[in-house]
């Protein structure tokens, strides 16, 4: 798939999975694997943070379960930790896996790269979708 190629080599293309330019997702807190407030990816970006949410006090709480405690800062990382209203650039993995069990966020398709399709179908994430607040 190009999408695929594209990916791999780096020159993933910041188009949203609405086909358009990639909107940002939040600078405060400033988020994205690139820190640079999109949901953009590459290459290094191993767990493809490419889904733009509005976090739920729920979907932290799911997300700690799993091992991966979003909430907490970590001032070594400069990670501020997170609360219920940010937005952020989550793996589409965990999202997708909050999903099934029922404690999806929020989507912000505008926000959300077009990679995050390789994981989670349009359908679903229309069924999450709402406006970037930021």
Not at 108 to 119: F, G, N, R
Request: aromatic share 8%; glycine share 8%.
């Amino acid at each position: 798939m190009l999408l695929t190629s594209l990916l791999q080599s780096g020159q993933a293309p910041p188009i949203n999975v609405l086909g358009t330019k990639l909107e940002a997702c939040c600078y405060k807190p400033m988020t994205g694997f690139y820190r640079d407030g999109f949901c953009n990816t590459g290459p290094q970006d191993y767990g493809s943070h490419t889904v733009c949410v509005i976090l739920t006090e729920e979907f932290l709480s799911f997300s700690s379960s799993c091992g991966n405690d979003l909430v907490t800062p970590n001032p070594r990382y400069g990670f501020p930790g997170l609360k219920p209203g940010d937005q952020w650039c989550l793996c589409a993995v965990r999202w997708k896996e909050a999903e099934e069990a029922g404690k999806a966020c929020q989507v912000i398709l505008e926000s959300t790269h077009i990679a995050a399709l390789q994981v989670i179908e349009l359908d679903v994430l229309k069924k999450y979708a709402v406006a970037n607040t930021k």
